[in-house]
């Protein structure tokens, strides 16, 4: 037989049992006990135990349905362990925290932080908590149970906000990294307008110096010309001045 994951919650001894028409499981399945169980097959289901009073059915029936047995199959047999609805004491609750710290250590769980470990170990220690509640006072434990459901309803949320969180997160990475791409294509692109921009104005500073240069270069050439006319002009004005005189002095010397 394969047994179960160790629990911190007590069980009682596993049953062998098999699909039929008999008792119900808490679950509501139809179950029966085998008339034939194999000496060697283990563990052996306990002794008859004395019929319990109505109250104790009562919280029994509450810690199964707190508390669901767990089955497991091995090849074509059905083993079926109910939780233990033996009263507890002061031992018990100091024997649980000492089996907690233990475990604890054992599976080397995280003192802080997210640890799914540490959290699956607080909840089997808080699921007894509520079983030896019950035992006691099925109210207190059925109040327990809507705490912890509360509370895994609490984590679930979280849990559910955190995952769209991270899809949300991945969605808006992936759009940046494609508008990224779109952004550095654009950028590139204006890069080489630039580079061509630069190039044509490179081009016409040279041709616009070309130009005021050769501009410059008639321009003196002009000024140069109209100097010489006019100084050509001067000395011939001063020629004719001279040549005038000269003609009509010996009139005056009569």
């Not at 074509?76 to 024997?95: E, H, N, Y």
Request: hydrophobic letters at 30%.
């Amino acid at each position: 037989m394969i047994p179960p994951a160790d629990s911190l919650l007590k069980y009682d001894n596993p049953v062998l049992v098999s699909r039929g028409s008999g008792a119900k499981s808490p679950k509501g399945r139809s179950f029966k006990v085998s008339p034939q169980q194999s000496p060697e097959t283990t563990p052996v289901p306990p002794p008859p135990k004395p019929k319990p009073g109505p109250s104790e059915l009562q919280n029994e029936e509450i810690i199964n349905s707190i508390l669901p047995p767990r089955e497991w199959t091995e090849g074509t047999q059905l083993w079926v362990q109910k939780v233990s609805s033996a009263p507890c004491t002061r031992t018990d609750v100091v024997q649980l925290s000492e089996q907690l710290d233990i475990k604890l250590q054992q599976k080397q769980a995280r003192l802080t932080g997210i640890c799914r470990v540490r959290r699956e170990l607080y909840s089997q220690c808080f699921d007894e908590l509520i079983r030896q509640v019950t035992i006691n006072c099925a109210e207190r434990g059925l109040l327990l149970f809507r705490v912890r459901e509360e509370i895994q309803m609490t984590l679930a949320a979280y849990q559910t906000i955190y995952e769209s969180s991270m899809a949300f997160g991945m969605r808006k990475a992936l759009q940046s990294e494609h508008g990224k791409a779109d952004m550095e294509k654009k950028i590139a692109e204006l890069e080489n307008e630039k580079r061509d921009l630069i190039k044509q104005l490179n081009e016409q500073k040279a041709e616009c110096d070309a130009i005021e240069k050769r501009e410059a270069e008639k321009r003196q050439v002009e000024e140069k010309k109209h100097s010489e006319e006019i100084q050509f002009l001067k000395r011939a004005n001063q020629q004719l001045k001279v040549t005038s005189t000269k003609k009509y002095l010996p009139a005056f010397n009569l």
